[in-house]
């Protein structure tokens, strides 16, 4: 195990496990679980998706949350059928939890286990005011040559995966607008130092069971900052067909990713909402159920 508990600790990175597969499944748990919200009373969200890519399901994820004016706590998890061998099967799981604060998340804890055919990997991170406190990453795992360095400066000002998914617009007035999506996430996964970099595309309905409205789809750009190996990495930062649908959460200044695309290698990554239940009227049931 390595755990890093001061700012001269290093860490380290990934190894040569398949992009898409990794991506994936990073992506998907991403996706579905941080949602906040300045309101008052306590929101219980939950959502279910299929995982498609190149037209075929892989997978299927699922989340569950409940947030405050002041806290979120969030669960989600993603189980993979691989088709080839480049995609892998498996499960994987995150939890996350944190505080409110001016319009964003300032995240305390987050965890992360992986248990594919091609990847075993738990993740451990304990934050405060927007830097790392502690982390663990199993298994430990060599730094390679062409691997670009992780300093302590990459561990202070970010965000965990799951915070980064979420978006609060500020102010009074629409939620779903091109404001939600005019931000950059610096995010730091344990392994790796990256930003999220989303802008404006489009407004258009979206109809899934539990919810029919508006929803603010955003162009998405991955820049990898640190703990990355370049030969690796520069598919997804050259990717320009990734797009994400963010739909509001009732009650909230909150919007919640509905619907994501990605390109892979193998073809258009699909995570496709089956169910969302976003806060009120149904708060309380939709988390029991």
Request: charged share 15%; aromatic share 6%; hydrophobic share 40%.
């Amino acid at each position: 195990m390595h755990t890093a508990r001061g700012v001269d600790d290093p860490a380290l990175a990934g190894d040569g496990v398949c992009a898409v597969s990794r991506s994936s499944l990073l992506a998907g748990i991403a996706a579905f679980a941080a949602i906040a919200s300045p309101a008052a009373a306590i929101e219980a969200v939950s959502g279910r998706y299929e995982i498609m890519i190149g037209g075929l399901q892989v997978g299927v994820a699922g989340f569950e949350g409940r947030i405050s004016n002041d806290s979120y706590e969030t669960s989600v998890s993603v189980r993979l059928s691989g088709v080839s061998r480049l995609i892998a099967s498996g499960r994987g799981s995150a939890t996350a939890s944190g505080r409110i604060a001016g319009g964003r998340a300032v995240p305390a804890n987050y965890a992360l286990t992986l248990n594919t055919t091609q990847q075993n990997e738990a993740i451990r991170m304990a934050m405060s005011g927007g830097a790392v406190r502690t982390f663990s990453a199993e298994p430990a795992k060599p730094e390679a040559p062409d691997q670009v360095p992780l300093t302590a400066s990459h561990r202070q000002g970010v965000l965990d995966p799951l915070a980064a998914a979420l978006f609060v617009v500020a102010g009074s007035g629409p939620t779903v607008s091109a404001e939600a999506c005019a931000r950059t996430f610096p995010v730091f996964d344990g392994r790796q130092r990256y930003d999220l970099a989303f802008s404006y595309s489009r407004t258009e309905e979206l109809k899934v069971p539990g919810y029919s409205g508006p929803a603010v789809v955003c162009n998405a750009r991955y820049r990898p900052i640190a703990g990355h190996r370049p030969a690796q990495t520069q598919g997804m930062e050259q990717n320009r067909d990734m797009q994400i649908w963010l739909a509001p959460v009732a009650g909230t200044r909150a919007l919640v990713p509905a619907r994501i695309m990605i390109r892979t290698p193998v073809g258009m990554a699909q995570i496709e909402p089956t169910k969302l239940e976003l806060g009120s009227p149904t708060s309380t049931a939709s988390i029991n159920r």
